[in-house]
């Protein structure tokens, strides 16, 4: 077992770290050169890591250009190495590798972009949540609406950008080609599970706002004070609208009723 | 989960030709049923219970007999057979029901890293002994037999003491698994390491191959050196043709498969291939009686 | 009642009060409408030699150089100036 384990771990670096030389000797010289061996499966490693991140990030392979792609592939190969023999999780920490090598440069907007492509791979990967049950919420007592926690949507995710991440998807479809203005703005945008669809729904900055409260698991009352903090003291802020708006975007999938949290 | 609804699922897999089941086929199967005698999935693209690819194969796996093809589970690794890797086999093979269940003769991973390639073994008695007990591993946590498939390789191993069909023939002796037989695999191996394609399909026992691969491949220049890869990207050339007519000819019909993975063309177009592995497995079937 | 307290019990209310259908036509009625992607399934067909993807770069002019530098359709989004806060 010793030799088999130390020869699969020259293989290894080999093949995926350019240490070729105590491989070579290992392989048989005949019709394929052992270095031309090597190269081979070096290229296999290559192109199946760069197509695994192609399938999930196709906005930012057409964003970044095809030999930069590639650049980028490589570099995530050797610093976010594959542990699983399921590719299907391999590329979860794109958006970190690209806030890493762009953060302040004039493609900061990267990492959001795939942090939105991400968020639709991880959604379709699990069941459909059902919508909030609204009737269930109309029983509740109004005087315990404070306790009420809002539970994030197992299929659904939010991705909140300073850069119109959305239009910037949308203007990168195949068959589409709209400009986009970077400085537009925010967006934020809810991407969820429907059906054998993924949808994505934007959401106004009130809403996202909420939802990160929400995300903290912070009941809704302490949620609403802590914007109305933060909201200008002659404005109202409108957590109506804001609750109606990740409601439908079905960002929300439950909701609990707690007595108030203790902080530990 | 019910398994008592798997009840009205069709049953096991044809001695006919079928194709490689991609995502973007799943709606036309959903949508159109389209007539296929058996239909492969790669196991791994279906681990995430409730996901829409699960949820699409269960639709389809209505009509259709459906067999699950490993790419991930690394079997002739050093490393333990990773757990959670195999209970999420279990959970889709228990879900699915599948006619055939394979996986590979070839290790991917070391350390705990993977290299998500199928990487031939050195052809050794440790190599052999270590197949043969991992491969009773899976069979028993899965409750069933699987078939072990042939890779496509581009280099070799100086250490190997014994020729791969004898390797081959040898683990499913051994571990009571069937063989899943990839003539393509033959073919640009054989083409690689300067083997004769006959000799490997002659060593092969009649009553172990199960299954058989089709696919196309496609030459690459390294250098000057022209290396065959198994692309899966083309049509299945002639000379793969022959060798499987040479293969019925002694075996018999066997389900057959057409891999595409890459390239894919209309589904009309995969289906004519099957077609044409159709044909050959009926004249075969003329001949013998 | 605190201003808070009014805000949450009519936010919750207006939920109810609107139903999830008309919410959900007034979503429609955003700036933006809701979108649909298209989902890549079946990362596991790039595994293996060969499986897919394979190829293209056997002639890849320098595989051993990383190029980085953006230029794909980057080079078609207007402004991005990097932006103090």
Not at chain 3, 19 to 37: F, H, I, N, R
Request: charge should be negative.
């Amino acid at each position: 077992m010793n030799s088999l384990r130390e020869l699969q771990a020259r293989c290894y670096r080999a093949f995926l770290q350019g240490e070729d030389a105590p491989l070579r000797e290992d392989l048989v010289d005949k019709t394929i050169p052992a270095s031309i061996s090597i190269r081979v499966y070096q290229n296999n490693a290559r192109e199946t890591y760069r197509g695994a991140l192609a399938a999930s990030y196709p906005v930012i392979e057409r964003l970044v250009g095809d030999a930069c792609f590639r650049g980028i592939a490589r570099k995530y190969m050797l610093d976010y190495p594959s542990s699983s023999g399921d590719l299907q999780n391999f590329g979860a920490a794109l958006p970190e590798l690209l806030a890493e090598l762009y953060a302040d440069t004039g493609f900061a907007y990267l990492p959001d972009v795939a942090a939105l492509e991400w968020a639709m791979e991880e959604v379709q990967l699990v069941e459909e949540n059902k919508p909030l049950d609204l009737t269930a919420l109309a029983e509740i007592d109004p005087g315990s609406y404070p306790h009420l926690r809002f539970v994030r949507s197992t299929s659904a995710r939010l991705v909140s950008s300073r850069y119109p991440v959305l239009s910037i998807w949308r203007s990168n479809q195949p068959d589409t080609d709209t400009p986009v203005n970077l400085d537009a703005g925010s967006e934020h945008v809810v991407i969820s599970r429907s059906g054998s669809d993924v949808a994505l729904v934007p959401v106004a900055a009130a809403a996202a706002e909420l939802a990160a409260l929400i995300e903290t698991g912070i009941p809704l009352g302490l949620a609403i004070e802590s914007l109305a903090e933060t909201t200008a003291a002659d404005a109202t802020p409108d957590i109506a609208r804001a609750l109606q708006d990740l409601t439908s975007a079905r960002l929300l999938g439950r909701f609990e009723l707690s007595p108030p949290m203790s902080t530990h | 989960m019910a398994v008592s609804d798997n009840l009205e699922r069709p049953g096991p897999i044809p001695a006919a030709a079928g194709i490689g089941l991609r995502g973007p086929y799943h709606a036309e199967f959903i949508s159109d049923s389209p007539e296929a005698a058996w239909l492969e999935a790669h196991s791994e693209n279906f681990f995430a219970p409730g996901s829409i690819a699960l949820t699409a194969l269960e639709r389809i796996r209505e009509n259709y007999p459906v067999s699950l093809h490993g790419v991930g589970l690394s079997i002739g690794s050093a490393d333990p057979i990773a757990r959670d890797h195999l209970e999420n086999l279990a959970e889709l093979v228990e879900r699915v029901q599948p006619g055939l269940v394979s996986e590979h003769l070839c290790w991917g991973s070391v350390g705990g890293y993977h290299l998500n390639d199928l990487l031939p073994l050195p052809y050794t008695e440790e190599a052999l002994a270590h197949m043969v007990e991992r491969i009773g591993q899976v069979q028993d946590r899965l409750g069933r037999k699987i078939l072990i498939e042939n890779v496509s390789s581009y280099m070799e191993f100086r250490n190997s003491t014994i020729p791969e069909w004898e390797f081959l023939a040898s683990v499913a002796a051994s571990s009571g698994c069937g063989i899943l037989l990839d003539v393509n695999n033959i073919f640009v191996s054989a083409r690689n390491h300067g083997f004769d394609p006959l000799e490997y399909l002659d060593a092969i026992p009649a009553d172990k191959i199960e299954e058989i691969h089709l696919a196309g491949h496609s030459e690459q220049l390294f250098d000057d050196h022209s290396v065959l890869v198994d692309t899966h990207n083309a049509p299945v050339c002639a000379e793969v043709w022959t060798l499987y007519e040479t293969l019925l000819s002694r075996i018999g019909p066997r389900p057959t498969l057409i891999e595409w993975d890459s390239e894919l063309p209309p589904l009309t177009v995969l289906l004519e291939e099957a077609g044409k592995a159709q044909k050959l497995m009926d004249r075969a079937h003329e001949l013998a009686a | 009642m605190t201003k808070n307290q009014a805000l949450v019990s009519a936010a919750v209310s207006s939920l109810m009060a609107v139903g999830a259908l008309a919410v959900s036509t007034q979503a429609s009625a955003q700036d933006m409408e809701k979108c649909y992607g298209v989902v890549a399934a079946g990362k596991n067909d790039c595994a293996g030699p060969g499986h897919t993807c394979q190829g293209q770069a056997a002639s890849d002019a320098s595989p051993d150089e990383f190029i980085l530098l953006p230029a794909g359709t980057c080079d078609r989004l207007a402004g991005g100036e990097v932006k103090d806060g």
